[in-house]
Each structure stands twice: as structure tokens, then as C-alpha cells.
């Protein structure tokens, strides 16, 4: 569904301006929401050094949907001109652009260097000889330009300059609205919105797709989901996380209230019509039938450090579990409940020093598409893997690893050690 492209094709040119944070999931959201709307898509090279990257498409209408998805995009502009310096953009003619009499006013956005504010007006000022015959209008234009400057040395100029009018600007305004701080009910290991929102792109939510995790605890990862209007199910052994019983984690308050619980957060957002319910019960049971009826899994399995991996020994006590087993548990449940071409988005816990490809478990029907890592520590880290079910999955199938197994074993070790 997606193409790789030829560069050098007649189609216009947009600089993408992402948020420089979380470097390595931003390419992988921007392609993924081009599979999920069948989006043709050609890059010139993404770099995690710096936010911009220029991007072609087969129809403009395509920008917007790329706007109103990708979480990690702070806006995207047309590409007029672009230039290794700023006398280069000084210098250009513009003689192939229409002149317009809208009013418009002109943004800098940089990226290396933070250019003084007299810097700017200048370069502002000195852009005269635009096709802009309109009046300038700082609070309401009608159009809004953008020179875009990335620096490689602070003490010397930009390396790259771009120019053109904004086309449109992200809906990053939503992790604002379903931040963590602002939510009706959360825990201590409640994920930040903006890693949630990323989940959900890089799983390819849909209207109407089934969403479950298997680990819901407060119910954070599918709230993205039910805002995307998927139909949402989760588990967890834990269910005074899923009730909202004892003691609150929200600073200045006591105990949780009634209606602090993950579907009270679901009823604070509107989304109670997306959300089927939840129940208590250990993961490595097999509660639920292992038949192909989940479009999508997403969770983040506990890793003994605020909250511990259990399950139910025979004795009906909670005995800790390994995460090794967790995970390969994890990906044998998968690979029989997924239909075809679902996905299982998942975080994995993992030691910086120790850490290597061979280490992660893999499963013959499952195929591994991305793998983010998000550093926490000088130590640790936790990557985030994106697995396909590219086939049924037969009785003789089961999860492996192909190297060492064990360092996942090692982590709560490791993350609390001094040294």
C-alpha cells in the first residue's frame, strides 16, 4: 500500500516541522498514518538530528490528514524556495509565484540557533521583494509565511533556509486535552498522552477495529483508540486498578471517589460509547478464547519497578512472573487472537549495555515492523515494538528468543543497583 517513490517527481514539496521529541517513533507515525489512509508518500531522507523533513505527495488534500493525526507534526509549509543561506532567499526572484493581495504576516522558525528578535525583523524586512502586495497583519492574516533556518554552528549561519506559506498546523493541541495532569482518574503507571496517541497511530486505529490490552491497569493506552472511534476491551489482574479502590496517587487527595476509574475516565471524555467493558483475571490463564477476533493489541506490561508482574500460582495466590515468560506469553496470545494483518504494539523493557536485537521475542507469525527505543535512565531504556500477524498461526507455533533471554529477567535489578 505504501510506495517508496523516485525523488524528482513534479509534485510540490512540503518541509515537515515535527516536535523534537522522541526522535525515533516520528518517521515510523508519519509512514504509518500514510498506510492507514492510503497515502502515497516519497521523503527526501529523515535525519533524528533535526524536525524537519520534505515530503511529496500524489494530493494536497493528503496534508491535512497527515495534520489532523500525526501527534509528533507542529506544522507543515509549502516549499517555495530553499536555500543554504540566507542571501540565497534574499536573492531569490519569486518571478514564479502569483501575486497576491491577501494580507499575510511572516514567522521564523530555527532550529540550532535561537535568532534574536532584532534579528528577525530584519530578515523580515529585508523580504520586500515577495509577490505580497497585501497589508501585513500580525493577530488575524490571511496567510501566514514561514523562513525556516536549521544551524549546524551556532556561531556561524544557517545551513539550510526554507520559505512558503504554512499549509496547516498539527492537532498537538490534544495531548493538551487528555494530558495526564488534567485526567479524571490515573495511577503510577499511567502513560503520558503523547506516547499513548503515537501507540495508537503506530497500530493503525480505525473506526470500528477491536482494540484490547491484555494489562489495562488505569486504562490510559486505550483512550486514544476509543477517541479514534475503535471499540475497546481490556484486562488486568489488579482490579482495584480497574475499580478505582484505595489510595490515590493524584497529590492532595486521599482515596479515589466513586467515579475514578477507567470508565469514569472514558465518561469524562465522551468516549463511554467506544468502551466495552473490563474485567479482572491473570493474562497467563488463558481466560479468553484463542481464536483470530482482535484487529489490534496495545499495552505496556509491567516490569516490577511500580508495579509488579504477577500471575496466580495453583495455590490461588499471586506469585511473580518473570518477563521473559510475560512476554512470550504476550506474543503466543497474539499471534492466536489477532486476525490477519492485526497489530501488536507493546513495550519492552530493556538494558542499555546489555541490549541487542537477538534479545527480543519473536513469534513464526508474527513479523516485527518498528522498534522505537525511548531512553529513561543512563542504564535503562524501553522500546517499543510494533509486530504484524502475517499468518495464522499453527498449534507447533510458539514465541522464541534467539539469543539471551535473561536480561529482561535482570532489569528491576539493574534499574535500583548503584552502580
Request: proline fraction near 5%; charged fraction near 25%.
Amino acid at each position: 500500500n505504501l510506495r517508496t517513490m523516485l525523488v524528482g517527481s513534479p509534485k510540490k514539496r512540503f518541509l515537515v516541522v515535527f516536535a523534537h521529541v522522541f526522535q525515533e517513533f516520528r518517521l515510523p507515525e508519519l509512514l504509518s498514518v500514510c498506510q492507514l489512509h492510503d497515502i502515497e508518500l516519497e521523503h527526501d531522507g529523515y535525519s533524528e538530528e533535526h524536525p524537519y523533513c520534505i515530503i511529496r505527495v500524489a494530493d494536497e488534500k493528503h496534508i491535512s490528514t497527515l495534520l489532523n493525526r500525526c501527534v509528533m507534526i507542529q506544522f507543515i509549509v509549502e516549499v517555495w524556495e530553499e536555500h543554504r543561506s540566507r542571501e540565497g532567499l534574499c536573492k531569490a526572484p519569486f518571478s514564479n509565484y502569483p501575486t497576491s493581495s491577501y494580507s499575510f504576516n511572516i514567522l521564523l522558525h530555527s532550529f540550532g540557533r535561537k535568532v534574536p528578535a532584532t534579528e528577525k525583523i530584519d530578515l523580515i524586512e529585508s523580504m520586500e521583494h515577495l509577490p505580497l502586495s497585501g497589508k501585513v497583519d500580525c493577530r488575524d492574516p490571511d496567510r501566514v509565511f514561514y523562513i525556516v533556518e536549521r544551524y549546524t554552528d551556532r556561531t556561524a549561519g544557517p545551513t539550510d533556509v526554507y520559505f512558503g506559506p504554512l499549509v496547516g498546523r498539527g492537532t498537538r493541541e490534544i495531548l493538551d486535552k487528555f494530558s495526564v495532569k488534567k485526567r479524571l482518574y490515573i495511577g503510577r503507571t499511567t502513560m503520558d498522552a503523547q506516547l499513548s496517541f503515537l501507540m495508537a497511530n503506530l497500530a493503525l486505529i480505525r473506526p470500528g477495529c477491536l482494540t484490547y490490552d491484555p494489562f489495562l491497569g488505569t486504562g490510559s493506552l486505550l483512550i486514544p483508540p476509543a477517541y479514534h472511534a475503535s471499540y475497546c476491551f481490556g484486562s488486568d489482574i489488579d482490579i482495584k486498578a480497574l475499580k478505582g479502590w484505595g489510595k490515590s496517587t493524584k497529590q492532595g487527595e486521599e482515596r479515589y471517589e466513586q467515579d475514578q476509574n477507567v470508565e469514569g475516565n472514558m465518561l469524562s471524555y465522551g468516549l463511554e460509547r467506544y468502551y466495552l467493558g473490563c474485567h479482572a483475571s491473570d493474562f497467563s490463564s488463558g481466560v479468553l478464547r484463542r481464536v483470530p477476533f482482535f484487529d489490534v493489541i496495545v499495552t505496556d506490561p509491567p516490569y516490577g519497578i511500580r508495579e509488579a508482574s504477577l500471575r496466580v500460582n495453583k495455590d490461588i495466590k499471586n506469585s511473580q512472573y518473570s518477563l521473559s515468560e510475560q512476554f512470550l506469553e504476550l506474543l503466543n496470545f497474539a499471534a492466536a487472537t489477532l486476525v490477519l494483518g492485526g497489530r501488536l504494539v507493546y513495550w519492552i523493557p530493556v538494558i542499555r549495555d546489555l541490549y541487542t536485537p537477538a534479545s527480543l521475542p519473536l513469534h513464526p507469525a508474527l513479523t516485527l515492523k518498528y522498534n522505537c527505543q525511548q531512553v529513561l535512565t543512563k542504564k535503562s531504556a524501553r522500546r517499543l515494538l510494533v509486530m504484524i500477524k502475517t499468518r495464522e498461526c499453527s498449534a507447533e507455533d510458539a514465541s522464541f528468543v534467539q539469543g539471551d533471554n535473561t536480561s529482561h529477567n535482570q532489569y528491576r535489578e539493574v534499574y535500583f543497583s548503584k552502580t
